[in-house]
């Protein structure tokens, strides 16, 4: 793994926390897409090096849903960048990580991304991310 990537942020709604979390960071959205696999608008920021990525469930059933239901608005995901997304992949199942999909799927920001269960990582949810142009 390279570095944090970005860090995701479960909302309720994108049209009330975007506003609040562009006075908080003094920097505007760069950008909002919808992500039809994981049932998700998104809304991005960057701060210096940092992202946070805002998500909101298109999904009433859907895992960010789940989450906020269970948990609230918060901190969803840690996500970091990868070089080879299929040989971190690899790296980590063959170390005893459950991988909560098999194959890479498509993601928000042009990247491909992969999530580790958190009943091994301590309870955080953790993506890997790749570049698409780096494939």
Do not use: W
């Amino acid at each position: 793994m390279k570095h944090i990537e970005h860090i995701g942020i479960a909302v309720r709604s994108l049209e009330e926390s975007i506003p609040l979390y562009e006075k908080l960071l003094n920097t505007p959205c760069y950008k909002i897409e919808t992500v039809e696999s994981e049932g998700v608008r998104t809304a991005f920021f960057q701060n210096g090096n940092n992202k946070i990525e805002l998500l909101e469930s298109t999904d009433p059933q859907g895992p960010v849903a789940a989450f906020i239901e269970k948990k609230g608005e918060g901190i969803h995901h840690i996500a970091y960048a990868v070089t080879d997304i299929h040989a971190e992949m690899e790296r980590l199942r063959s170390l005893g990580f459950q991988l909560l999909n098999e194959t890479p799927k498509e993601g928000a920001d042009n990247k491909l991304v992969c999530f580790l269960h958190p009943k091994n990582t301590n309870g955080v949810l953790i993506e890997l991310c790749q570049e698409k142009s780096g494939i």
